[in-house]
């Protein structure tokens, strides 16, 4: 069975751009959830979407958005970097909710300028 | 507002030692708690789960412990080994969908 793939692995954009980070979900898995990790810090819960609605969201303002397409696969797009948006995503699938573990991808390192 | 703490940053054992890694957390309304395994340039590996009506969840060597009253638990890993070394993050949440990660705990195992 494949595991969770994100690309890009790295980028860096200027402050005031916008990106779309890809995810593909681990075969079977039907929810997607995505993360920020700030150096030294751990994982801060972004959203999460079940069958492309969004079932759930933390405390991220809404020019930070994503997509669940029909094959699980997701985005997160974040509009008008800032520079504190330098940070590790990462995406992270499960059959369900994440009780039983997430597994995550290797995430995508952004740094904005 | 970190509702998970892992007041340990780093932690150093002898191999076939026990490893004993600790979180505390404040909302008394989560229900799941689990641990995570990091590796440099890999995201988090899932390693073992418990819910609140349990007290002791053990899979291996891996064993994980939860006091409710004290809003605290333990991971045990039981012989360490040198390739537990990694970062070891715990992880709790209310509904299931939205998990608080604590700061992470360096377990270095010495052989």
């Known amino acids: 069975e494949t595991g969770v793939t994100q690309s890009p692995t790295h980028l860096i954009k200027t402050r005031g751009q916008q990106v779309t980070l890809r995810c593909s979900s681990q075969s079977g898995h039907n929810t997607v959830s995505w993360y920020q990790q700030a150096l030294g810090q751990g994982p801060q819960f972004i959203f999460q979407?079940?069958?492309?609605?969004?079932?759930g969201r933390g405390n991220f303002p809404p020019r930070f958005s994503g997509l669940q397409f029909p094959n699980y696969s997701s985005e997160l797009n974040v509009n008008a970097l800032e520079l504190d948006d330098s940070a590790l995503y990462l995406c992270?699938?499960?059959?369900?909710?994440?009780?039983?573990?997430?597994?995550f991808g290797s995430g995508t390192r952004l740094t904005v300028v | 507002d970190q509702q998970v703490k892992q007041n340990s940053p780093s932690l150093s054992v002898q191999e076939g030692r026990i490893s004993i890694l600790n979180c505390d957390y404040t909302?008394?309304?989560?229900?799941?708690f689990l641990w995570y395994k990091k590796y440099p340039a890999e995201g988090p590996t899932f390693l073992i789960s418990?819910?609140?009506?349990?007290d002791k969840n053990e899979d291996g060597r891996f064993t994980v412990f939860l006091n409710k009253s004290a809003k605290h638990l333990s991971l045990h890993i039981v012989p360490s080994q040198p390739g537990d070394s990694a970062v070891y993050f715990c992880?709790?949440?209310?509904?299931?969908?939205?998990?608080?990660f604590g700061t992470g705990t360096s377990l270095t195992v010495i052989p």
């Open positions: 909302n008394s309304m989560f229900d799941y």
């Open positions: 992880a709790a949440s209310k509904t299931g969908n939205q998990f608080y």
């Open positions: 418990i819910s609140s009506i349990k």
């Open positions: 979407y079940y069958r492309e609605e969004e079932n």
């Open positions: 992270a699938s499960s059959q369900g909710q994440g009780i039983y573990g997430y597994t």
